[in-house]
């Protein structure tokens, strides 16, 4: 026997809402054939009854219309919950008994009381989760649903009515004892995965929105497969019935740092907590830090991610048992930042290392500019508290341009990766690139020069002039379709010269406005920007207008006075043109600034007369790797090598760090002095581990290769290592490139003699410092070894 689900919403007669009895009276005439039609197969009927507790005191509390909200919510909710979750049901119907309680009546071939009670809390715990969200944001608060689940025992359709109204009676007596047996099945299967330890962890990259790297990797749990609380938030709602979140996520947390251990160092872990576990007496730092040391991890790799979606009702102990862990070296994030229970002024407090935008203000923020305007406040927001964003949920490449140009740190969403099974290497050319690439058209745009150096002569006129001179002088100069009102030297106004047309062109509009002065139809607030703004600034103030004033001419000022006027096109001509400059000076294959843009950075500093440290890394034996794998497999080295430098730099060093690409297997750090030696052990240490998967099997194992050298010769030649020579610059004079050069290859050359991974650090006084008497000949010395891995 075939059968077809059906979810069918029924319609409330007039006269207000229905009981048992009258329930049934009103199925006879929509669907009584139906429901007998289905008794008469054999088929055996059940129903779920859904209500909100207590929500008459929600209506005394809070206005009317906020509980008819809810109520509505949780009736859409359930129509949609219930058209997943019974779409092997023959039959499915939905009754709004009154606001607050909903009725799901089902028909199966089966008389399975527990596939009824498993349907009953799946439906609550599902519906549950989007009600408290919107119950949050209407009153600050959550409000709890109740459900039971009874089956209709009838013998025939003559005996519906009363059976029906029984099995109405015996789910809401279940509805009103709790839990009741309606979530026994889940519970059950709850028990026996903690029991089993039976969650598993998925990895989640969080890429660095500025440098174009993986930063850190995000866990999330999971439960077994094709079950029922294979769902986190299915998981954890079963979890906070049966009070045992503790208890879940110490197993997830095991489960996420076990499998995230197996990753190269550098990269950090996100793990996810719930507020109230921090409040568990059973929460020690002793436990975590017992797992950390069994896979070899420290306290500094770990950001705790904490939710916004639960209340915290001691926020005294909260806070402190938060600082105790950040005293221990744990990072702290803050997670949906933008929904949930606290605002801004707890985040204040909490002082978090990171805040995770909610993904409902990042979806569609490119083409929304008030999502636009929110993230530019958290971002300036981040900057007074000290801590950087995350972007989460970003699925589209518009997005992801439009949040590197508002400057976010870091970015998190399946348009970057996908969760899974182990946070191995991403598909680095089509993502990352385009990260690398999107921060290339960002820095393209920022033009400095400024706008003056585009501008052309206005024309213009006085404020008495006519409507019909200007329209006149527009027939007679074809060639110009913008008019300047001005009023002793100063704008006043901008008439275009296709909305004058518009408007003269309408019935009587001759006649109307021909002989009227130009003040009636003049745009009388143009955008009008200083001589001296940078051309960057004057396209962004121009793309913010409304759009019928987009693409309106800019009005250059000097003190005040008109000086002249730029077209938006001259401005995109311009802008393009600073983008194929700075394009010019990119690595085609990995993205990052080239030698151009390193000369650039070098002459920066220079300038500025900061301290920095150059490293200069490059690959050992690249040539035969190159010759023997083909380039293909070259090109996976130097991606891979580029990927481990900025991830490095990116865990190790500060914002205003630089990783460039001089070509080739040659790649130039600009960092902060202490930083160097961290960033080189994490490089050393992170290419010793992921390099192998670059060969065969069998290379590995014999741990060499044969070909043939830059000398001719035919040999065999070790795996590929790394080695970096690092160089202290105090620019306190000036510093040639040929100096700076010279230095780093002898540097470098030594590095190179070193086995295996390794790095060196110049012990001569930094470059650009005034040379001391003496001083000459100790400059003349070999660099020795600051260490060597």
Not at 741 to 768: E, H, I, M, T
């Amino acid at each position: 026997m075939q059968f077809s689900s059906c979810v069918e919403s029924v319609r409330i007669p007039e006269g207000g809402p229905l009981d048992g009895c009258q329930l049934l009276g009103f199925l006879e005439r929509e669907h009584r054939e139906r429901v007998a039609g289905h008794i008469a197969k054999g088929g055996f009927l059940g129903l779920v009854l859904l209500e909100i507790q207590d929500f008459s005191l929600l209506r005394r509390l809070f206005r009317p219309e906020v509980a008819e909200t809810l109520a509505g919510t949780m009736a859409r909710e359930v129509r949609r919950v219930a058209g997943q979750r019974t779409r092997e049901y023959p039959l499915a119907l939905i009754e709004v008994l009154e606001p607050s309680r909903v009725l799901v009546i089902v028909g199966h071939k089966d008389d399975d009381a527990e596939a009824l009670d498993r349907l009953a809390a799946m439906l609550r715990l599902d519906v549950r989760g989007r009600l408290r969200q919107e119950s949050v944001r209407l009153t600050g608060q959550g409000v709890e649903l109740r459900c039971g689940a009874a089956r209709v025992i009838s013998r025939g359709a003559a005996g519906l009515d009363m059976a029906l109204a029984s099995a109405v009676a015996e789910a809401s007596r279940r509805a009103g004892g709790g839990e009741g047996g309606a979530l026994a099945p889940a519970l059950r299967e709850f028990r026996e995965i903690l029991e089993l330890r039976r969650v598993r962890a998925v990895f989640q990259p969080i890429v660095n929105l500025r440098a174009g790297s993986v930063f850190a990797w995000e866990a999330l749990a999971r439960g077994p497969r094709d079950s029922t609380l294979e769902s986190p938030a299915m998981l954890f709602d079963v979890a906070e019935e049966a009070g045992a979140i503790f208890a879940l996520e110490k197993i997830c947390r095991e489960a996420a740092i076990r499998g995230f251990a197996k990753r190269e160092p550098g990269a950090k872990l996100f793990c996810n907590v719930h507020p109230r576990t921090l409040l568990d007496p059973q929460f020690t730092p002793g436990e975590t830090r017992r797992l950390l040391d069994k896979y070899g991890m420290e306290p500094h790799d770990v950001v705790l991610e904490i939710t916004e979606r639960h209340s915290v009702k001691d926020f005294n102990l909260f806070h402190r048992t938060l600082a105790h862990y950040r005293d221990a070296g744990y990072g702290v994030a803050v997670d949906d930042v933008g929904t949930g229970y606290s605002g801004l002024v707890s985040i204040a407090e909490i002082q978090p290392d990171f805040m995770k935008i909610d993904m409902s203000l990042v979806r569609g923020i490119d083409a929304n500019p008030v999502k636009r305007a929110l993230m530019e406040t958290l971002l300036t927001f981040s900057e007074k508290v000290g801590c950087r964003i995350v972007a989460e949920g970003i699925e589209t490449e518009a997005e992801l341009a439009c949040l590197i140009r508002l400057g976010a740190h870091f970015g998190q969403g399946f348009f970057l990766g996908r969760p899974a099974e182990t946070p191995a290497l991403l598909d680095e050319g089509p993502r990352l690139a385009i990260v690398r690439g999107a921060n290339m058209a960002a820095d393209g745009l920022k033009c400095s020069s400024p706008i003056n150096d585009l501008a052309e002569r206005p024309q213009q006129v006085g404020r008495s002039a006519t409507i019909g001179e200007v329209k006149q002088f527009f027939d007679e100069n074809e060639s110009v379709h913008t008019v300047v009102v001005t009023q002793a030297g100063r704008p006043e106004g901008l008439i275009m010269s296709q909305h004058l047309d518009k408007l003269l062109s309408s019935q009587y509009g001759l006649s109307l406005f021909l002989r009227r002065d130009v003040g009636r139809i003049m745009d009388p607030s143009p955008l009008a920007v200083e001589w001296d703004t940078p051309v960057e600034v004057a396209a962004q103030a121009a793309m913010a207008r409304d759009r019928d004033k987009l693409y309106d001419p800019i009005l250059v000022t000097c003190r005040g006075r008109l000086s002249g006027l730029v077209s938006v096109q001259k401005i995109l001509d311009a802008l393009a043109s600073v983008q194929v400059e700075m394009a010019k000076g990119a690595n085609p294959l990995t993205g990052l600034p080239g030698n151009v843009a390193i000369e650039r950075e070098i002459a920066r500093r220079a300038a500025a007369g900061r301290a920095t440290c150059f490293i200069y890394a490059d690959l050992d034996n690249f040539k035969v790797f190159n010759d023997v794998y083909g380039f293909k497999d070259g090109d996976k080295a130097i991606l891979l090598t580029a990927r481990i430098l900025g991830e490095a730099l990116c865990a190790h060093g500060g914002q205003d760090d630089f990783l460039g690409h001089v070509g080739g297997d040659d790649f130039v750090i600009l960092c902060d002095g202490p930083a160097a030696e961290p960033i080189c052990r994490a490089v050393a240490q992170s290419f010793a581990a992921a390099s192998s998967a670059l060969y065969t099997a069998e290379d590995r194992e014999r741990g060499y290769i044969e070909g043939q050298g830059r000398d001719g010769r035919v040999g065999r030649f070790d795996l590929l290592t790394i080695s970096m020579g690092v160089i202290d610059c105090a620019f306190a004079v000036p510093v040639t490139m040929d100096e700076l050069g010279l230095r780093a290859a002898a540097v470098k050359k030594y590095a190179k003699a070193q086995p295996g991974n390794s790095f060196v650090r110049d012990r001569r006084a930094p470059l650009g410092l005034p040379d001391a008497p003496g001083q000459e000949a100790d400059r003349a010395a070999c660099p020795g070894p600051l260490d060597a891995i």
